[in-house]
Nanobody, 119 residues
Framework: QVQLVESGGGLVQAGGSLRLSCAAS????????VAWFRQAPGKEREFVGS????????AYADSVKGRFTISKDNAKNTAYLQMNSLQPEDTAVYYC????????????WGQGTQVTVSS
């Protein structure tokens, strides 16, 4: 089993930056892809970005492309979401998710961390 724990959320002013962390534990060798999603109040959860667990290929939603970057520290089994030029519309609960090898869906989820961007 794999567990994911997010951290790093908080309150930031528009134009500021935050870095979220997603620490994976357990059978991390079974992870194929790690991703970030977010859910704003009254809205559906949306994809933010993803990267393969081994290697670097990444994908981003158009709304964050050029502002957000996903990276990973292999030694720490931790993925990061660096968020720059934050805007009030980025306010949401951010979730880390992982896809196990052989699956098409994100079957492992963290508890979420709140990001609030003030104008």
């Amino acid at each position: 089993q794999v567990q994911l724990v997010e951290s790093g959320g908080g309150l930031v002013q528009a134009g500021g930056s935050l870095r979220l962390s997603c620490a994976a534990s357990g059978r991390t060798s079974a992870i194929s892809v790690v991703a970030w999603f977010r859910q704003a109040p009254g809205k559906e959860r949306e994809f933010v970005g993803s990267r393969t667990w081994i290697g670097r290929p990444t994908a981003y939603a158009d709304s964050v492309k050029g502002r957000f970057t996903i990276s990973k520290d292999n030694a720490k089994n931790t993925a990061y979401l660096q968020m720059n030029s934050l805007q009030p519309e980025d306010t949401a609960v951010y979730y880390c998710a992982a896809r196990s090898l052989g699956r098409d869906d994100y079957n492992i989820w963290g508890q979420g961390t709140q990001v609030t961007v003030s104008s």
